[in-house]
């Protein structure tokens, strides 16, 4: 009985855990070029409060994108001579490359359970979306297109990507399988249609909801 009541409290702790994690909007992240450099990420708080300088780098710093939990941030950087994706601690520590590729890479969006990492490379002669393992590990060119494919955005419940993609002489807005499977055109429209969010998964209101949200996200794949 110990061991059952132990077990219940640790997965309550554990759930709510993450759900004070994903509380939404208490920060926001976004680009300034305020020092007179060519853009760094900088995090305030969603009133506008304290804004912090966290990339601080001569270079040019763009697109952060949130991990799901709030612990890190994903963005593109110059700093190594070439547009690359990098990820930091959210409060600017650890600044990795990820990428380390001679073509432009721009544009990351953390898959909603936090394991991969989509972006936007021209690595294989024109732009395409890939997905990584979040350490950077094993890039997957995703939609193989001779055309440009840009600004990836994950569905909430990561089975898919949307992107915009000019394959059809124009910009429209396309999906995919998460594994780059079964494109479709969703627009269809001669002007030009471009970047893709999806809406989110609804949020918890109570504890117990927040509790089986909580196992709902330890569960998806
Ligand atoms: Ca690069
Ligand atoms: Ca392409
Ligand atoms: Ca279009």
Redesign the pocket.
Known sequence: MLKIVLCFSVAVVLAIGRYSEGQPGNKIAFSSFRDGRTGEIYVMGADGTNPVNLTNHPKSERYPAWSPDGKKIAFTSERGGNFEIYAMEAGGANQVNLTQDPAIERYPAWSPDGKRIAFTSER?G????YAMEADGSNPVNL???????ESPAWSPDGKRIAFS?A?DGNFEIYAIEADGSNPVNLTHNPADDESPAWSPMAGPTTMVEARSWGQMKTNSP
């Open positions: 294989d024109n732009f395409e979306i939609t193989h297109n001779p055309a440009d494919d993609s394959r």
